[in-house]
T-cell receptor, first 115, second 108 residues
Framework: NAGVTQTPKFRILKIGQSMTLQCAQD?????MYWYRQDPGMGLKLIYY???????DKGEVPNGYNVSRSTTEDFPLRLELAAPSQTSVYFC??????????????FGPGTRLTVT | KNEVEQSPQNLTAQEGEFITINCSYS?????LHWLQQHPGGGIVSLFM???GKKKHGRLIATINIQEKHSSLHITASHPRDSAVYIC??????????FGKGTHLIIQP
């Protein structure tokens, strides 16, 4: 199993540009999450999904959109990039039916800089 | 006030020392998670607990639900334990709420 994969690893965007951060998991987990990590701050939840077709806002959803058309994929869309979105983005997944229910598996992260 | 508070924020110790990292939270939870973030940035789950104590190798995690407090202990610390240790709480399926992390450096 590859676990949770994220692409790209690094990206530099200009203000106002758009991009999609990709996240995929091959563990058949129904729960997926997007977090952002800013220096000196704890990770914060952006959006989450409890299954295909179901998404909901987390603590800091403004400026982002998500979709969950399949169990495996959970892309995060930035429509009009702003410097405040400079951060490291982590995707994670978990499952109620896994050997360790709700244990979160994290992707390697995407480091995004908006200038 | 953050829902999850960790202390200390930074900790430098000598190899072999016994390490304690503390976590306090202010909300009702389903479980508490301890995570490790390596210098390269990757995050791995160490423990998930809702009561009592868990042990894995040299790592021990305890939780006191009544006092809303958890501790992570490292026995016989080693330089490879140097990392950021993160406490997070879970209330349901809607993700985790994280502390700011404890930067641990173990010197040889």
């Amino acid at each position: 199993n590859a676990g949770v994969t994220q692409t790209p690893k690094f990206r530099i965007l200009k203000i106002g540009q758009s991009m999609t951060l990709q996240c995929a998991q091959d563990m058949n987990h129904n729960y997926m999450y997007w977090y952002r990590q800013d220096p000196g701050m704890g990770l914060k939840l952006i959006y989450y999904s409890v299954g295909a077709g179901i998404t909901d806002k987390g603590e800091v959803p403004n400026g982002y959109n998500v979709s969950r058309s399949t169990t495996e994929d959970f892309p995060l869309r930035l429509e009009l990039a702003a410097p405040s979105q400079t951060s490291v983005y982590f995707c994670a997944s978990s499952s109620l039916s896994a050997r360790k229910p709700y244990e979160q598996y994290f992707g390697p992260g995407t480091r995004l800089t908006v200038t | 006030k953050n829902e999850v508070e960790q202390s200390p924020q930074n900790l430098t110790a000598q190899e072999g020392e016994f390490i304690t990292i503390n976590c306090s939270y202010s909300v009702g939870i389903s479980a508490l998670h301890w995570l490790q973030q390596h210098p390269g940035g990757g995050i791995v789950s160490l423990f998930m607990l809702s009561s009592g104590k868990k042990k894995h190798g040299r790592l021990i995690a305890t939780i006191n639900i009544q006092e809303k407090h958890s501790s992570l202990h490292i026995t016989a610390s080693h330089p490879r334990d140097s990392a950021v240790y993160i406490c997070a709480v879970r209330r349901g399926a809607d993700g985790l709420t994280f502390g700011k992390g404890t930067h641990l450096i173990i010197q040889p």
